[in-house]
């Protein structure tokens, strides 16, 4: 079951969401390769917890081989995983008062520059695919608000206000949404770290 908890944006946010109510997730807890070995291992599986480590940080290490020789890597029922690029905007391929030519490469351009490097940033892209697709999820997930924004709703029924500005619920542990006193990136949905289908 995911626990919800709910974030509130700063009234003195110049947004349209300015005062809104965010539900976001409320983790329990980030799992290592050691945890998720840990928790395989108790599955009546015939392989030990050593055994599962050591294949799962193979691979990690043998997916970024892949991304990063340009392949995408499918894990069926989970993602795709892939190298991504947010790149600059050339103006030309080729400069001729600067006798400068696009470049392949990573960086900034300089005020006023025409061309120059391509790519401001490289990052990795995890495309759900399969079970983990929205639509799929839609069907499996439970939602439950967390103890704490129960009894805030509680008390909201008997005159108080929710949130006052900050977040609420736990603190959310290995990424998520938590836009506490900002404006939210996705409002309404969290950030969940995957581009989905």
Not at 59 to 68: A, D, G, P, S, Y
């Amino acid at each position: 079951m995911i626990e919800l908890y709910l974030s509130k944006v700063t009234e003195n946010s110049e947004s349209e969401q300015a005062g809104k109510l965010y539900a976001r997730v409320s983790y329990k807890q980030a799992m290592d390769i050691h945890d998720m070995a840990h928790h395989m291992a108790e599955h009546n599986t015939a392989f030990s917890e050593g055994l599962i480590v050591g294949v799962l940080t193979d691979f990690v290490k043998c997916t970024r081989e892949m991304v990063l020789s340009g392949n995408t890597v499918k894990v069926g029922n989970l993602a795709i995983f892939k190298a991504t690029v947010e790149a600059n905007a050339l103006d030309t391929l080729y400069d001729a008062e600067q006798d400068k030519v696009a470049s392949a490469t990573i960086g900034t351009l300089a005020e006023g520059q025409k061309t120059g490097p391509a790519v401001r940033v490289v990052k990795l892209l995890a495309q759900s695919t399969g079970d983990f697709t929205r639509e799929e999820l839609k069907k499996d997930v439970k939602l439950a608000w967390s103890d704490k924004t129960k009894a805030e709703i509680a008390a909201a029924k008997g005159g108080s206000s929710i949130g006052g500005g900050s977040s609420t619920g736990s603190e959310t542990a290995g990424g998520g949404s938590d836009n506490t006193g900002g404006e939210p990136q996705n409002p309404g949905g969290g950030d969940d770290g995957l581009d989905q289908d």
